[in-house]
């Protein structure tokens, strides 16, 4: 072997071995971007708007979701809504416990209890970051409806400024 060759067949190992560190650093980063990419594309699959009117069922409720609002369902119990504007997220769950018990578990404070125009009762709840928890069903009966409602509002905005929102969520909780 020629001291010509042992060089180039130096080189050539070296070109071998960045290729290989190379094609790794690619699948890593393709394997990070599915890691970020996939679940909230799969999310988005799975989510539709609400009309309004139909109900989406949640096990033995259900409840009418305003409309132009997006839906995913978690399970078969359980949905999570949006406003259009993102600002205000829901996650509303059938669950075996009174409404009273809901909010208890929730948080300290004092509940207010409203009775809805279904002739169910709502009883919730405000949260220190400006969401509310609230049981949804006959007052000291199971099962009831749990929603635990999140606000973030834009930049400037109030969480205030949700409330009727929240309301007409609340108002479509079906038993």
Known sequence: MSPDAHVGSAARRWEIALACAAAALVLAAVAVAA??????????????????REPTDLGDASVVVPADWVVTRDSEHAI??????????????????????VVARAAAGTPRSELLASGLTALHVDLDDGGVVAGVGEPDAA?????????????????????????????????
């Open 80 to 101: 999570t809504v949006r406003t259009p504007d993102g600002a205000l997220r829901a996650e509303v769950e059938s669950v075996d416990e009174s409404p009273a018990d």
């Open 143 to 175: 099962p009831s409806v749990r929603v635990v409602v999140e606000v973030r509002p834009p930049e400037g905005g109030e969480p205030a400024a949700y409330r009727s929102a929240i309301g007409d969520l609340l108002e479509g909780v079906r038993r």
């Open 35 to 52: 890691i970020v990419a996939v679940p909230p594309t799969v999310a988005n699959l799975s989510s539709e708007v609400s009309d309004g």
